[in-house]
């Protein structure tokens, strides 16, 4: 059975300073994505990784993956206050289909 | 945001009756998902449907059952709600790319 487990699950942070999310999943694949969630709303896609060794950046947000350590990561580089919001890794279980599992989400608050 | 509708946004039921969610797309894409977001588990795939009346079973099925007779509606029924369905409930499709998972706004449900 796949399992994702995220850490930390609750992160408290300066606005300046940078970070890092941890993605593990326990089983092999090759597609992992990375979704934020401000509150009460639904999830944005922000990351489709697809190969060991991948590394997509979008402003103060960069994603990787290590196929074979079975882990991503999601960096924050000079956190602002706009990326406070919760954010979730999804490792795809069916080679394609697409069926999610998710990880426990990292709630995640910069604080001015 | 893939053109995705989901139908109540809110809706309290009681224990015992049944309960129908819809799912609307217009982008005419093949995979349709449900999921269920609740505190501590991120999300978990219910069901998910490949193709107008091709559907399969997610992670968390039981006591739920769906239905795709159009390829833009996807319905989630719930027989007989229990309050253990209380849930925020997303639906989802694949985009254009057959990568990137896009998703409703949710639909919040109370079984009282």
């Known amino acids: 059975e796949l399992k994702v487990e995220q850490n930390p699950l609750f992160l408290s942070m300066q606005e300046g300073k940078n970070y890092t999310i941890y993605c593990n999943y326990s089983?092999?694949?090759?597609?992992l994505y990375w979704y934020r969630q401000d509150p009460g709303k639904s999830l944005e896609s922000l990351f489709v990784l697809l190969s060991n060794g991948a590394v997509k950046q979008e402003g103060r947000l960069m994603a990787s993956l290590d196929t074979k350590a079975r882990l991503s990561t999601l960096h924050i580089t000079a956190a602002v206050h706009d990326l406070s919001a919760t954010y979730f890794c999804a490792v795809d279980k069916s080679q394609g289909a697409q069926k999610l599992v998710f990880g426990q989400g990292t709630r995640l608050t910069i604080n001015p | 945001d893939a053109g995705i509708t989901q139908s109540p946004r809110h809706k309290v039921t009681e224990t015992g009756t049944p309960v129908t969610l819809r799912c609307h797309q217009t982008e005419n894409h093949r995979y349709m998902y449900w999921y269920r977001q609740d505190p501590g588990h991120g999300l978990r795939l219910i069901h998910y449907?490949?193709?107008?009346?091709?559907?399969d079973k997610g992670e968390v099925s039981d006591g739920y059952s769906v239905s795709r007779s159009k390829t833009e509606d996807f319905l989630l029924t719930l027989e007989s709600a229990t309050s253990s369905q209380t849930s925020v409930y997303f639906c989802a499709t694949v985009g254009t790319g057959g990568y990137e998972q896009y998703f409703g706004p949710g639909t919040r449900l109370t079984v009282t």
């Open positions: 089983t092999t694949s090759d597609r």
């Open positions: 449907s490949y193709g107008v009346k091709d559907t």
